[in-house]
């Protein structure tokens, strides 16, 4: 089965930056994904590492280390729209989700 | 392009009845999996089909039942309801015959059970 940690909550003003870590264990891995949910949303696709290393998209970068089975999620310049709920998955032909992290952005 | 499409957005049945949910893929994908979202978890992965098949399946009772059609498009059958059933349903879609790490979800359906 699959197991992943994230912290529940992370709060930040606009324009700092976030780090949100994930840890997992395994019986299959493939690669870490990364989601946001907005309230009433559907998750929407953030980013993927299937190889050790950090992975950058915009304001959005994602790392990964398959020996300490550990990744993170790096917000940059945030941003009042980036209120939202963050899921790491682990991709092994399908996706296993952590709980969220659920980032509130402050003016 | 539409994208993932879901149906009905929400539903309130009663405890022991049975419910059926329906999804359309995004244009030109061929896989559908199904996940289930209590309220402040992360979804939990139900089932996945492609060519009509179930691949895969997470920790859910024969209850879980679905289907895939000819058009890609995919039903999830909940029989003999509980109150704990209540949920979001999420559907997703991705290319290629295989779960993709990037998977395209629809709006979701809010099921109330009573």
């Known amino acids: ?17 976030v780090q949100i870590n ?4 395994t019986s299959g891995f493939y690669g870490l994904s990364w989601y946001q949910q907005h309230d009433g949303g559907a998750p929407t696709f953030l980013s993927y590492n299937g190889l050790d290393g950090l992975e950058e ?3 959005f970068s994602s790392f990964l280390s398959r020996s300490d089975s550990y990744g993170y999620l790096l917000l940059q310049e945030l941003q009042m ?5 963050y899921f790491c998955a682990v991709n ?5 989700f952590g709980a969220g992290t659920t980032v509130t952005v402050r003016a | 392009d539409a994208g993932v499409t879901q149906s009905p ?17 995004k244009s030109g994908h061929d896989t559908v999996s199904w996940y289930q979202q209590a309220l ?31 058009n890609y498009s995919s039903e999830l059958n909940v029989n ?25 979800f629809g709006p979701g359906t809010r099921l109330t059970v009573t």
């Open chain 2, 9 to 25: 957005t929400h539903l309130i049945k009663t405890r022991g009845q049975q419910v059926t949910l329906r999804c359309s893929p």
């Open chain 1, 22 to 25: 994930c840890t997992y264990q």
């Open chain 2, 40 to 70: 402040g978890q992360g979804p939990q992965f139900i089932f996945q089909y492609y060519e009509e098949e179930e691949r895969q399946r997470g920790n859910f009772p024969d209850r879980f039942s679905g289907h895939q059609f000819p």
């Open chain 1, 1 to 17: 089965g699959q197991s992943l940690e994230q912290p529940s909550e992370v709060t930040a003003v606009e324009g700092a930056i």
């Open chain 2, 80 to 104: 003999a309801l509980l109150l704990g059933d209540s949920a979001l349903y999420l559907c997703a879609s991705s290319p290629g015959g295989q779960g993709s790490y990037e998977q395209y």
């Open chain 1, 81 to 85: 729209k980036d209120s939202a709920s």
């Open chain 1, 57 to 59: 998209t915009g304001r």
């Open chain 1, 92 to 96: 092994d032909y399908k996706l296993s």
